[in-house]
């Protein structure tokens, strides 16, 4: 245990002087309803014209895609794509977080305090879709 540890901290120390990160990518799709409270009464939303998205007030039906990078200390499956992936789709699955009347903005949100929580001290980015056309990205840069 010592030794891994010691060989972690080597990689670190590496990567920090040669100016290299590292970082997984997973992708993943929930489907998800929502809606954005008022937007079929405030005139901001609803005008009556070519740029109208009072519809966007009634609860509608989306495929939200995510994609998460987070950064990594090793080459050797620190984080393991698979399992990070499942874990991600059950927060939504078994209610840690879910998608009801979010914007993509507020969802990547929730999401980032969540992998903030659970894996500190790295850079992380979070983007959410809707149908994969319109969509968020946050970022967090570690010690910011």
């Not at 990078?69 to 977080?97: A, H, M, P, S």
């Amino acid at each position: 245990m010592e030794n891994n540890f010691k060989e972690k901290e080597n990689n670190i120390e590496k990567d920090f002087f040669s100016g290299k990160k590292k970082f997984i990518i997973v992708k993943f799709q929930k489907e998800g309803v929502h809606y954005f409270p008022n937007a079929d009464k405030d005139p901001r939303y609803a005008t009556g014209k070519w740029d109208d998205v009072s519809f966007l007030g009634y609860r509608h039906f989306h495929y939200f895609y995510f994609k998460v990078k987070i950064e990594v200390f090793d080459n050797n499956r620190e984080i393991e794509f698979i399992q990070f992936r499942r874990w991600l789709e059950r927060l939504y699955d078994y209610g840690t977080l879910n998608l009801e009347n979010k914007s993509c903005e507020m969802i990547a949100e929730d999401l980032l305090e969540i992998l903030k929580d659970k894996y500190p001290n790295r850079d992380i980015t979070v983007e959410v879709y809707e149908d994969d056309i319109n969509g968020s990205i946050i970022e967090y840069v570690k010690g910011s």
